[in-house]
């Protein structure tokens, strides 16, 4: 009964469209997530890929991204994914393969917003969550504060000083990430056993270094492409040796500006991604890079929870190449 209530409030959701408020589109969003969350973690990932691609997942040999995603949502974590992804324990990992000095400064690791003392942290500071993807505040140190950022629905940025900002807009904030668990919400069950802290570590961007990010995808330890980011800013896609791809990322949204050019250490960068990727068969390694510098974010094993969306579509299909051995990217994908 639960899951015929589910599978009616998934496809209610879908269907919800005659009008496109955007009080008709908050209502179709949570009631599909709703419905998506009531359903058995197996159904949830097929009817993502099923949405992106039009088939059920070939998990035994995967043809696409999707595919390989729903192999790691769909299988048991392994202990290093886990590691992996928890934000505390990720670190001495990284270190020991490829070096501590990757690694941001990290002032505190707590369980509680009442352990921090704000007053011993720098003004320009950045908070996360020890067990997410995207739980992140930015506090940029700036003087006087200028404005607040919110983008998509997960990271804040605060042009401002730590010391003016409403400590309770913090608390709020943090405390929301320690109630949030990805493996209900969205069936990604590395996050199940990771501990829940607040970690706060160094501001690294400055308004004439700005922090350049790269999400680099690789398969067994290969790099099929990189999405390089500033901020909310998309710039286009581009292969190992930095050559622009004709493609939109995962999310399917276009380049809204200009590619920069090549950094310095891009292919360090690359050799550091592949290095860290190479135990799983589908990661995404995050790495920043400003002043000169190389640094780690995050590895990714559910990029989107299996919810993505290439243009063109078929550029899903190079990472089902590069899983079987092919490490080419078709011409047509450089137009």
């Known amino acids: 009964m639960a899951v015929l209530a589910a599978v009616v409030a998934t496809g209610l959701g879908a269907v919800i469209v005659a009008r496109r408020t955007p009080q008709v589109r908050w209502v179709r969003r949570h009631v599909r997530q709703v419905g998506e969350i009531l359903l058995p973690l197996r159904t949830q990932v097929w009817l993502r890929v099923i949405k992106n691609q039009g088939r059920l997942p070939r998990l035994r040999s995967p043809e696409t991204f999707s595919d390989l995603v729903a192999r790691n949502l769909l299988g048991r974590p392994s202990p290093l994914m886990v590691s992996t992804t928890d934000k ?38 950045v908070l996360k969550a020890s067990h997410g993807s995207g739980m992140t505040l930015v506090v940029t140190g700036q003087s006087p504060a200028t404005k607040t950022v919110v983008w998509d629905e997960r990271v804040v940025v605060i042009e401002g000083r730590l010391r003016d900002v409403d400590p309770t807009t913090l608390r709020a904030i943090t405390e929301a990430w320690l109630a949030t668990d990805y493996s209900r919400t969205l069936g990604e069950r590395q996050y199940a056993t990771i501990p829940r802290r607040i970690l706060a570590e160094e501001y690294l961007g400055s308004p004439d270094d700005p922090l350049l ?7 067994k330890g290969n790099v099929v492409y990189a999405q390089v980011c500033l901020g909310q800013e998309l710039y286009r896609a581009v292969d190992r040796s930095y050559r622009p791809l004709s493609i939109c990322g995962i999310t399917g949204t276009p380049p809204t500006g200009e590619l920069p050019p090549e950094p310095r250490y891009f292919s360090e960068m690359v050799r ?33 929870a299996g919810r993505s969306s290439f243009d063109p579509p078929e550029f899903s299909d190079v990472f089902g190449r590069f899983w079987r051995g092919d490490h080419t990217i078709p011409e047509t994908f450089y137009r």
Do not use: K
């Open 88 to 125: 505390v324990a990720v670190r001495p990992w990284v270190a020991a393969l490829v070096g501590a000095e990757i690694l941001p400064t990290r002032f505190l690791s707590v369980a509680s917003f009442d352990d921090i003392d704000l007053a011993a942290l720098p003004d320009a500071v």
């Open 213 to 219: 990010e790269y999400g680099i995808y690789c398969v």
């Open 272 to 304: 550091i991604a592949e290095t860290l990727s190479a135990p799983f068969d589908c990661v995404r390694v995050d790495l920043h890079h400003t002043d000169g510098r190389m640094i780690f974010s995050e590895v990714t094993h559910t990029t989107l």
